[in-house]
C-alpha cells in the first residue's frame, strides 16, 4: 500500500482560497487513482473529487464543481486540491486517499490507503 500525508490545511476566510497536497510514497503512485474525502463534525464522511491515473478525467461532488479543482503530479508523486470561494461548510478534516483504480471513484470503500487527514477550517 501507499503512504499519504496531506499538507497545507489551515484557517481560511470565507471566499478564500487554500490548496491542499498530499505526498504520497512506498508504492507506485501513478497506478493509482487518487481521491480526495472530508469530514466535518458530527457529519459522514463526504465525497470531495477524484482524478484518474493518468490525470485524463477527474469527478466532483456537486457543491464542488467550479470551486475545487483536483491536480497531480506522477513526477512528484503528489495530489493536489485547490479549493477557492470557500464557505463556512466547507470546514473539515479532508482526507487524501489512492485506489488502485483506472478512473478514480466517488466510493471511498474503492480506496485502500488513506492518509491522516488534515483540518480546513473557513471562518465567516
Known amino acids: 500500500q501507499v503512504h499519504l500525508a496531506e499538507s497545507g490545511g489551515g484557517l481560511a476566510q470565507a471566499g478564500g482560497s487554500l490548496r491542499l497536497s498530499c505526498q504520497a510514497s512506498?508504492?507506485?503512485?501513478?497506478?493509482?487513482?487518487m481521491g480526495w474525502f472530508r469530514q466535518a463534525p458530527g457529519k459522514v464522511c463526504e465525497f470531495v473529487a477524484t482524478i484518474s491515473w493518468s490525470a485524463g478525467s477527474t469527478y466532483y461532488a456537486d457543491t464542488m464543481k467550479g470551486r475545487f479543482n483536483i491536480t497531480r503530479d506522477n513526477a512528484k508523486n503528489t495530489v493536489y486540491l485547490q479549493m477557492s470561494s470557500l464557505k463556512p461548510e466547507d470546514t473539515a478534516v479532508y482526507y487524501c486517499?489512492?485506489?488502485?483504480?483506472?478512473?478514480?471513484?466517488?466510493?471511498?470503500?474503492?480506496?485502500?490507503?488513506w492518509g491522516q487527514g488534515i483540518q480546513v477550517t473557513v471562518s465567516s
Open positions: 512506498g508504492g507506485s503512485f501513478s497506478s493509482y487513482a
Open positions: 486517499a489512492a485506489g488502485l483504480l483506472r478512473f478514480g471513484s466517488k466510493i471511498s470503500p474503492d480506496f485502500g490507503s
